[in-house]
């Protein structure tokens, strides 16, 4: 199962939305809603923003979004602020019952 | 206080075996899939095996399949990864991950450090 495609780095600036998108196929997000993102910040452990492609969970800002289409699955982080730069990684539901995550993104806030 | 803590990572020489620990506290362990994902030094997230409420049924990526074994004891709350046949690029941090459903990675431990070297 290969992992999923991510842009390696995206920037904006403070007050900005940036959109960060992952690439699967047919065998997991393009048949499966079980699309998920997290956001990890240097020497933490991930946190879960969005679930179930759009879902936030408790806590999460609603400056955080999350769509897809077809065979690709979007975060978008609106209003941009200094303490939103991290990495983040989406993960997907595969057809042989497996979990796959992106190589992540690396948010910088100009 | 939901809690995940790991334990059991170190120094192993490659083609040596090392067992992870995670204990769990704060929710009732045995209702919830679980998963190991490790993160090698200045890399991404990667799934490495994920395991069944009632332990019967467990999933590993291709890379660690028939080397890697995951277990809980659902009596004593705890989660396993027995790892044998240990590679250098098995060399990552180790997260112990609750699961709601559906691809939830909810709860996140703090990680064990794995290092295979000689």
């Known amino acids: 199962q290969s992992a999923l495609t991510q842009p390696a780095s995206v920037s904006g600036s403070p007050g900005q939305s940036i959109t960060i998108s992952c690439t699967g196929t047919?065998?997991?997000?393009?048949?499966?809603?079980?699309v998920s993102w997290y956001q990890q910040h240097p020497g933490n452990a991930p946190k879960l923003m969005i679930f179930e492609v759009s879902h936030r969970p408790s806590g999460v800002s609603d400056r955080f979004s999350g769509s897809k289409s077809g065979n690709t699955a979007s975060l978008t982080i609106s209003g941009l602020q200094a303490e939103d730069e991290a990495h983040y990684y989406c993960?997907?539901?595969?057809?042989?019952?497996?979990?796959?995550f992106g190589g992540g993104t690396k948010l910088t806030v100009l | 206080e939901v809690q995940l803590v790991e334990s059991g990572g170190g120094l192993v020489q490659p083609g040596g075996s090392l067992r992870l620990s995670c204990g769990v506290s704060g929710f009732t362990f045995s209702k919830y899939w679980m998963h190991w994902v490790r993160q090698a030094p200045g890399k991404g997230l990667m799934w490495v095996s994920d395991?069944?409420?009632?332990?019967?049924?467990?999933s590993y990526a291709e890379s660690v399949r028939g080397r890697f074994t995951i277990s809980r004891d659902n009596g004593k709350e705890m989660l396993y990864l027995q790892m044998n046949s240990l590679r250098a690029e098995d060399t990552a941090v180790y997260y112990c991950?609750?699961?709601?459903?559906?691809?939830?990675?909810?709860?996140w431990g703090q990680g064990t450090m794995v290092t295979v070297s000689s």
């Open positions: 047919s065998s997991d997000i393009g048949t499966y809603n079980f």
């Open positions: 395991i069944h409420n009632d332990g019967k049924i467990t």
């Open positions: 993960s997907s539901y595969t057809n042989v019952n497996t979990r796959v």
């Open positions: 991950v609750r699961d709601l459903g559906a691809n939830v990675f909810d709860i």
